[in-house]
C-alpha cells in the first residue's frame, strides 16, 4: 500500500513499485523498428510508409501513456513526447 504524498503518486504505481521505465509495448516496439528501418531504407513510397507508422505509433503510445500511464511521471513523459512530436514537425 502506498502513501498519498506527492512523490508516490508521480512515481509509484499501484502496487507501490516506483516505476520510471517498463517493457515496450507493441506501439513502441513498432516506432522502433520502422525508425531504425527508414533509416536504412531513405527514400521512396516505402520510406514514406515506415515515417507515417513511426509516427502513429509514437503517436499512440504518447497518448497510451498520457491517460493511462500508472503514474504521473508516466503521464508527464507522454506529454512530454507529444509536445515534442509537435514542436519537431512544426520545425521540419
Same mark, same amino acid.
Given at each position: 500500500?502506498?502513501?498519498?504524498?506527492? &512523490?508516490?503518486? =508521480?512515481?509509484?504505481?499501484?502496487?507501490?513499485?516506483?516505476?520510471?521505465?517498463?517493457?515496450?509495448?507493441?506501439p *513502441?516496439?513498432?516506432?522502433i523498428?520502422?525508425? +531504425? *528501418?527508414?533509416?536504412?531504407? =531513405? #527514400? $521512396?513510397?516505402?520510406? =514514406?510508409? +515506415?515515417?507515417v507508422l513511426a509516427n502513429?505509433s509514437? &503517436?499512440t503510445w504518447?497518448?497510451?501513456?498520457?491517460?493511462?500511464?500508472? #503514474?504521473?511521471f508516466?503521464r508527464?513523459? $507522454?506529454?512530454f513526447? *507529444?509536445? $515534442?512530436?509537435?514542436?519537431?514537425?512544426?520545425?521540419?
Amino acid at each position: 500500500m502506498t502513501n498519498n504524498t506527492f &512523490f508516490d503518486k =508521480t512515481f509509484r504505481d499501484d502496487d507501490g513499485q516506483i516505476v520510471l521505465a517498463q517493457i515496450p509495448n507493441l506501439p *513502441l516496439i513498432v516506432w522502433i523498428v520502422t525508425s +531504425l *528501418l527508414s533509416l536504412i531504407i =531513405t #527514400n $521512396g513510397k516505402i520510406n =514514406t510508409l +515506415l515515417e507515417v507508422l513511426a509516427n502513429g505509433s509514437l &503517436f499512440t503510445w504518447a497518448w497510451l501513456e498520457l491517460f493511462q500511464g500508472v #503514474n504521473y511521471f508516466r503521464r508527464a513523459l $507522454g506529454l512530454f513526447v *507529444l509536445i $515534442g512530436m509537435i514542436v519537431f514537425k512544426l520545425n521540419n
